[in-house]
């Protein structure tokens, strides 16, 4: 199952999809771990956000940007949006001729890796969160581990709006994680299920500190994803090189140049408009 | 072009059609209207928002919405969604065999007969008022009025989430509408420019007036709708029966027995998930 790219002069590109710009971050993260590698990134703008829907509306649309990234030759898939993997993953993994990595496991891993006490709390999407993909994936490595997990709906329209700092952002925080640490007031790692959220990790850290009376480590699945893209290709020649190629494909270029910055560390030089 | 149903025993459905649940307030208001009307709803909640899409993915996704009630035989077709009115009603008019009524007509209407300094500030998603579509609709009538239009992409989730009242929905308001009266600091109406905003029409109207120093006329489009509904089938015998069908059509069904009754004002009996 597994293709190893070093034979090759050029190596084959990484998909990477998301349901809109969040994922951009998994691809910085990987941009920073394989410098050379060339990636191909979609996003389903025109049907973002995926959290609110049901698994399978989330199924049926997964399998379609996987199905446009598999059709360009990619040798590796990466799902950096949260809600496609804890809803769809062994939809995708079924159905795909490459790997497939979500962001469910590295994420669960992160966490327990980082948790002293093994009491883990889990923001994300309405459907991440009913899907319980993080409660599994956690008990499936510590069973004795304690999650408690809350869906945050306000987070990601929050991120976009770029209201990141302030008043607003800080009410929100607070109200939202007032809600999680009523669940379990010990919990000491709060892990953010969403690719958008990194952006409001400030104000959401400073909360969880706030209302715990100490500090709590926040994580996100983003780095993990890309430790575990380097694992897969088996040290790849991208680790070394430099100037890998980034492809951008959206299906809705709204406000994407005023987005897109905020996810990816830099600004898009261009991308594509395609019909899914 | 119009067609009269009180010649006959059993008058069509009127089709109303919305990018999620935000236009069963419409629906509400048709039914209290014409309350032995039969009414067909369509809410595209697997695509929901269309507010941050690019208006060739709201023309798109409307006509498919506009097509699926055509083929359905309603008789006039009601475009509850803002977003969709103002960035397609063109093309859902000049594809419709039955007689389309928008949401931004109506809704001007009644601002400028609410308004009596004819300075009225509009506001909506971003799309709709990327679109200007309220701009033109209401210089059509009154060239001399004055009309200023501020996208606040939060309030939808917000009404979703239902924080509808305190201090989050009261802090969001305040921070919009303090954008909206610093464009223009005169204005005595403003216009909720889509569905989902009469949920917190309380707290923008109280927002409105504290800003502005003087009690705010806060109007939106759904009784207005109904109205040219009426208007359109002119004296239909539905106007004074009772117990007209309601048929709910949905793509997607997460969260609709929660959601659905906000805007309805009553528990949704009974529903179909299609696809489009």
Known sequence: MMVSASAKTRQRPIGIFDSGVGGLTVVRAVRAALPGQDIL????????PYGSKSPRTVERYSLACQRFLVDRGVELLLVACNTASANALPALAAASTV??????????ETALRVSRSQRIGVIGTLATVRSRAYERAIAARAP??????????????LAEEGWTHGPVAELVARRYLAEL??????????????????LLAEELTAAAAELAGR???VVDSASAMAAAAVRALGEP?????????????VTDATRLDELAPRFLGEALTSFEV???
Chains 1, 2 share one sequence.
């Open 274 to 276: 395609v019909d899914l």
């Open 99 to 108: 790997p497939v990595i979500g962001a469910v496991e590295p994420g669960a």
């Open 237 to 249: 020649a991208a680790a070394s090189g430099a100037g890998g190629a980034l492809g951008v494909f």
């Open 215 to 217: 500090p709590i480590a």
């Open 144 to 157: 004795s581990a304690h999650v408690v997990a809350l869906p945050c709906p306000l987070l990601v329209p």
């Open 181 to 198: 640490f009523a669940l379990d007031r010990d919990l000491d790692t709060l892990l953010l299920g969403c690719t958008h959220y990194p």
């Open 41 to 48: 990134y979609l996003g389903d703008t025109a049907r973002v």
